[in-house]
């Protein structure tokens, strides 16, 4: 579809009211748009649009208080309750290590903002929500009612574009790090080599980029020494066994612009059709399995002994959640979850060449 036949700001308001129930991220691919055009179609009336400037955003956000950090992919919705704290700031990487909220940030990524004020009744909600250029949701901010409205507004104030035109420029998806690499020339055993050397779950990504493989690719390659993989049933198995076991966990969700992680326990595990929901009182975790086509077991060398994640990836080979065992740096894998991460259901048969 292209912009000329894009329907008009007025049209989607209109959809939007027509349709209260359905969630903006549904609705605007039911329109044929992106989230952020869908949102830009309420500037001056509900929406200001904000300069996607992460530092400052970062640093006002402090001020602000008690929030909801909302981090998601198509397949996945990372929500965290707290404040934003311990902010390091960046142009290329920017963090985010509070207790509560714990971000990794790629501001480059970040291209269209918008603070945004619904009213129902007597109720107000308030939110800042952040897109990339093709306007997909990188990340949004939920106030609550134990946040700072007055630093709020000032931070709205302090971000505010000159531009509050009610459309955004529809722009295609850059480049994306787990997308497959075709053609790629790396052995089994140059993989494999690498592989064994790493000293730190960091370099991976680097190790990737030098071989020129994706995540999958790499998995699918290495064998059962370092990855393997699982029945579609397993993370299933995983909530259920590290709810009753009170395990404490670490669950990243992410997209090109933003990774979002909750490290703790889980409690209140619930499973409604497709989707399995973490519904525990500062997180919340919604993740539809309908998507899920693989998931692995990752073994990882470190300078403290290698250290197993759980990853599942959609039918693109994208990566749509990863799981750990809560540990610090410095910090052995917990003997739980590495126990539980090893029984959990295989699937037969070779995994590599």
């Not at 250029?133 to 505010?160: F, I, R, T, W």
């Not at 699982?230 to 590290?242: P, T």
């Not at 076991?245 to 969700?253: A, G, H, K, L, S």
């Not at 599942?312 to 739980?336: H, L, N, S, T």
């Amino acid at each position: 579809m292209d912009q000329r036949e894009r329907p008009s700001p007025d049209e989607i308001r209109r959809a939007q009211q027509d349709n209260p129930k359905i969630r903006e991220h549904d609705l605007a691919a039911r329109l044929g748009i992106s989230e952020a055009e869908l949102v830009a179609a309420h500037c001056g009336q509900g929406a200001i649009r904000v300069e996607p400037r992460v530092n400052d955003l970062l640093t006002g956000l402090e001020a602000v208080g008690e929030v909801v950090a909302h981090t998601r992919n198509e397949s996945a919705v990372h929500e965290k309750i707290g404040v934003y704290d311990k902010v390091v700031t960046g142009n290329k990487h920017a963090l985010v290590l509070g207790d509560d909220i714990d971000l990794r940030i790629f501001p480059k990524v970040w291209a269209h903002g918008f603070a945004v004020e619904k009213r129902n009744g007597k109720d107000v909600s308030r939110s800042l929500q952040f897109f990339d250029a093709a306007g997909k949701a990188m990340h949004k901010v939920q106030l609550g009612p134990a946040s700072n409205l007055d630093a709020y507004q000032k931070l709205v104030a302090d971000l505010e574009s000159s531009n509050q035109e009610p459309i955004v420029v529809f722009k295609a998806s850059g480049a994306n790090d787990d997308a497959e690499v075709p053609d790629q020339a790396t052995t089994v055993q140059d993989l494999r080599e690498c592989w064994s050397q790493l000293t730190d779950v960091h370099q991976f990504f680097d190790m990737l980029k030098r071989l020129k493989l994706s995540r999958r690719e790499a998995v699918r390659m290495v064998g059962e020494v370092y990855a393997w993989a699982l029945e579609k049933d397993a993370i299933g198995a995983m909530f259920q066994q590290a709810a009753e076991d009170e395990m404490p966990i670490m669950c990243f969700v992410g997209n090109r612009g933003c990774i979002q992680i909750h490290s703790g326990p889980i409690k209140w595990v619930k499973t409604i059709g497709p989707w399995i929901n973490v519904l525990d009182e500062t997180f919340h975790l919604h993740l539809g399995t309908h998507h899920v086509r693989e998931i692995w077991a990752v073994r990882k060398p470190t300078k403290d002994g290698h250290v197993t994640s759980l990853e599942a990836y959609d039918a693109d080979g994208k990566m749509i959640v990863q799981f750990f065992g809560k540990r610090r740096e410095g910090e052995g894998e917990r003997e739980d979850w590495r126990f539980l991460a090893e029984t959990l259901p295989r699937i037969p048969g070779p995994t590599a060449a």
